[in-house]
């Protein structure tokens, strides 16, 4: 029995060894049709307000999943100002995994920055090649590696490919409903994004980010009669006071940031929000009435998040004699505050890359993580990892660039890690 027992083990093994082979086999010998579907969609505008763009992208990819017998289906944008998102399903008896990516760009159509430019052997430059397209590229071709392995029946997935994530669609929580739903019973959820844009490093926590504004009215006077009992400080004193008493209280906590971006106040204040641009007007011998400042505050846990807004509204309400701040919350994209689950999903992540002779993957520091999409899942999956797209450096710049090396080596990483969630769960 014990002998037994052995030769099914090593059989198992080699199973699992042959299995992995012909994923790594498909990605080698299929990249220059990874680098062509590469090149198609990135010479495909997608800003985020192109509409028809962001749906073209879509459906690049979606016929991509058709191909494969995945369920498909795009959710219309209209509800929140968008084009939309692509949704590509398949059953299967493993986990359910959740793959994240999006189709959208910082690069309107008016940009100067419009097409792909192969630069030599291993890099090419365009509009949203790593941030993230090149991400999305890897999703398609790491299922397509399964697939040639004979593993896609076993496969449980959803693909999200979102087309807003970099100018959210309002309502927010319209905007990310596919989202959230699609991530109801996932036991992993892996981000494409290309994150520090260094493959010895993928993000298991991100900061979030939500905006703050501060209004602020005062009575009005002549100058000669500022600091008197029965006039005040004014506007622009109060509104200095604020920001300062926030920087006094809170600056120097880790991960957690506070930005004011526009300050602006006199006799007469207005301010676009939508725009964040705004006119002032005053005279220097009359105390200012408004003053208006926004900023930003990145918190990497909702419990950080609670405890900064709840400072700042003290810091605010003790306003100086004859003037009255107003303090306004709005939210962002949440935190993905670092788990035990995250942690050992990279863990499985390393072991893959070290055992394809990739080297070690560790976690990059939350300063050098932005929002992202992944984060809106942080509350309903285990086990989360992002930042394993296409790397390169430069993104939401015109000199936007990919190391096309790390385009084999990095869906190589996600195929793998892909079976071996399979078979840990016995489901092979």
């Given at each position: 029995m014990i002998l037994l027992l052995l030769w099914l083990g090593l059989m198992g093994q080699q199973s699992a060894a042959e299995a992995e082979r012909a994923m790594t086999a498909y990605v080698d010998a299929h990249t220059g049709e990874a680098l062509a579907l590469l090149e198609k969609v990135v010479n495909i505008n997608s800003g985020s307000m192109n509409l028809a763009g962001v749906r073209a992208v879509g459906d690049v990819f979606r016929a991509e999943f058709d191909a494969l017998g995945f369920t498909t289906r795009w959710v219309d944008g209209a509800a929140f100002g968008r084009a939309?998102?692509?949704?590509?399903?398949?059953?299967?008896?493993?986990?359910?995994?959740?793959?994240?990516?999006?189709?959208d760009t910082v690069f309107e159509p008016d940009s100067p920055f419009q097409k792909f430019e192969r630069i030599d052997e291993h890099t090419a430059r365009g509009p949203g090649i790593i941030d993230m397209k090149g991400g999305d590229v890897i999703i398609v071709q790491a299922i397509k590696a399964l697939n040639a392995a004979g593993l896609l029946?076993?496969?449980?997935?959803?693909?999200?490919?979102?087309?807003?994530?970099?100018?959210?669609?309002e309502p927010q929580a319209r905007a990310r409903e596919a989202l959230v739903d699609a991530a109801n019973g996932a036991k992993y959820a892996l981000g494409f994004e290309d994150g520090p844009g260094d493959p010895r490093y993928a993000v298991t926590a991100r900061r979030g980010t939500s905006a703050w504004k501060l209004e602020?009215?005062?009575?009005?006077?002549?100058?000669?009669?500022?600091?008197?009992?029965?006039?005040?400080?004014?506007?622009i004193y109060e509104i200095a006071r604020a920001i300062d008493g926030f920087r006094?209280?809170?600056?120097?906590?880790?991960?957690?940031?506070?930005?004011?971006?526009?300050?602006?106040?006199?006799?007469?204040?207005?301010?676009?929000?939508?725009?964040?641009?705004?006119?002032?007007a005053g005279k220097s011998n009359v105390v200012a009435e408004r003053a208006v400042a926004t900023g930003d505050l990145r918190t990497l846990s909702k419990a950080q998040l609670e405890r900064a807004r709840n400072v700042m509204t003290q810091v605010a309400a003790a306003s100086l004699p004859h003037t009255r701040a107003t303090l306004t919350f709005t939210d962002g994209y949440p935190p993905l505050a670092p788990t035990e689950g995250n942690a050992q999903l990279l863990a499985r992540y390393d072991r893959v890359s070290r055992d394809l002779g990739l080297g070690a993957v560790a976690a990059v520091s939350p300063a050098r993580a932005g929002a992202a999409d992944v984060s809106f899942v942080a509350d309903r999956v285990p086990a989360i990892i992002d930042g394993i797209g296409?790397?390169?450096?430069?993104?939401?710049?015109?000199?936007?660039?990919?190391?096309?090396?790390?385009?084999?080596?990095?869906?190589?990483?996600?195929a793998l890690l892909m079976y071996r969630l399979l078979r840990q769960h016995g489901d092979l």
């Open positions: 939309g998102h692509l949704v590509a399903e398949h059953s299967g008896r493993g986990p359910r995994l959740l793959l994240i990516g999006h189709l029946d076993e496969l449980n997935v959803v693909v999200v490919m979102t087309g807003d994530e970099e100018d959210t669609g602020v009215t005062a009575t009005p006077a002549h100058s000669s009669q500022i600091f008197r009992s029965d006039i005040g400080f004014g506007a006094q209280r809170l600056a120097g906590e880790a991960f957690l940031t506070f930005n004011p971006g526009v300050v602006l106040g006199g006799t007469l204040v207005g301010f676009d929000d939508a725009q964040s641009r705004g006119t002032a296409l790397m390169g450096h430069d993104d939401h710049t015109p000199g936007e660039t990919a190391d096309l090396s790390t385009l084999p080596s990095q869906t190589k990483r996600a």
